[in-house]
């Protein structure tokens, strides 16, 4: 039973309900950063990394940076990109334009690759857009926040090495890790992005990366200096190195409190198999789209192969509106998001179905959202048998 205050069920995608331990870690008395507790702390969180996002490559590097996952955008564009690169970006949705537009912010030529509302690009139109120049990184959001999209890392990862093999692979997994099986080494990844709040299950305010020892040479490789100071791996690498080798080391104050959440949701999650943890999070959302599919509701992402694992995109009924819809919701206490995509941002609503609301079998909140989300419709004037 949670002892956190009663509340509506925060079912968007990202942030999402948190563990009760988790929030007390929160609470943790200040501590020096540069202390040898707190240095613990962040070097076995940074080590926690590794096994969530399986690389065991010692040449990989993981990075916990204080910001949000919009962070690890600049983080791409300053040091493993130049200005007047070309980067190849796979659009599935909003975030696509948005890591487009950083790019350009830095001088980087970024070329996008877009799929129709709710689908994503196909292999034989990623192959094509290799072969006609060299681009210096690739970049796939692994499911797009704004559409529930989810791209087939493992297949277009193999694509790129296979047609162009100088090409970083750089993935946006700020709605994926924590509930989709991301295999860094195994699948040839050089950079993974993401963010503390969504499936990780910490609140937020930590920019978390995974880099491979390809993506660090490239970096070191650069014929200019990283167009950023804070978000420079110049500055940063050698923190996390010794974060992970437990010495002390400065750059920019972290949050300690974050740091202790994060090592406490972490623990968490490594405490059963990975394999375990995404299979639920599947079996959930076959469940939930499945329900909502019951109510008469359609899919963005209409494609089964297409569907994320960690939250629903759900096209609205004619004549039902998301501002009365979400309002409704929320009198009986559930909480889901509203459009996000430009195109249709009106038309449809967003359900996110990922950590403890998924994991914790004590917890009830899927099925207040679904028996909610049923009652909502049927008071705006749908008919659900």
């Known amino acids: 039973m949670s002892t956190q205050p009663e509340h509506p069920a925060l079912l968007i995608p990202g942030p999402i309900e948190f563990d009760d331990e988790v929030l007390q870690s929160m609470g943790h008395f200040s501590q020096s950063h540069v202390g040898p507790p707190f240095v613990a702390t962040f070097g076995e969180s940074l080590s926690m990394l590794r096994k969530l996002f399986q690389t065991s490559d010692p040449s990989s590097q993981p990075f916990v940076i204080s910001g949000s996952g919009t962070l690890g955008w600049d983080f791409v564009a300053a040091n493993l990109a130049e200005k007047g690169d070309d980067v190849l970006v796979l659009h599935t949705g909003y975030f696509a334009d948005s890591f487009a ?3 350009q912010t830095y001088g980087v030529n970024a070329t996008q ?15 094509k857009a290799l072969r006609e120049k060299p681009y210096k990184l690739i970049t796939i959001t692994h499911v797009d926040t704004s559409t529930g999209v989810l791209s087939e890392i493992r297949a277009v990862s193999e694509l790129v090495h296979r047609v162009s ?10 709605c994926s890790v924590g509930c989709e099986d991301i295999e860094f080494d195994h699948w040839g990844i050089d950079v993974v992005v993401t963010a503390s709040q969504k499936a990780i299950g910490c609140p937020a305010g930590l920019c978390i990366l995974m880099c491979s020892g390809r993506a660090i040479e490239v970096f070191k490789a650069r014929k200019t200096p990283p167009s950023s100071y804070f978000a420079s791996f110049a500055n940063w690498l050698p923190i996390m190195q010794n974060y992970e080798a437990k010495k002390p080391s400065y750059f920019a104050t972290p949050s300690p409190q974050l740091i202790h959440a994060l090592h406490t949701t972490l623990t968490q999650i490594l405490a059963r198999p990975l394999s375990e943890r995404f299979a639920i999070h599947k079996e959930t959302s076959k469940r939930i789209k499945a329900t909502v599919d019951s109510y008469g509701l359609k899919q963005l992402a209409a494609k089964p192969e297409n569907q994320a694992s960690g939250m629903t995109a759900m096209y609205l009924p004619e004549g039902v509106k998301a501002t009365e819809l979400l309002p409704s919701l929320l009198k009986k206490g559930v909480i889901f998001a509203g459009g996000l995509h430009k195109e249709i941002a009106a038309k449809y609503i967003r359900f996110g179905h990922m950590g403890v609301s998924v994991t914790d079998p004590s917890r009830k909140d899927i099925e207040k959202a679904l028996e909610a989300l049923k009652d909502g419709l049927v008071e705006a004037g749908c008919s659900i048998t």
């Open 113 to 127: 690759l877009k799929a129709p509302i709710g689908d994503r690009p196909q292999l034989p139109e990623v192959e």
């Open 165 to 174: 093999p100088s090409t970083l692979v750089v993935v946006d997994g700020v």
């Open 101 to 103: 537009d950083c790019f």
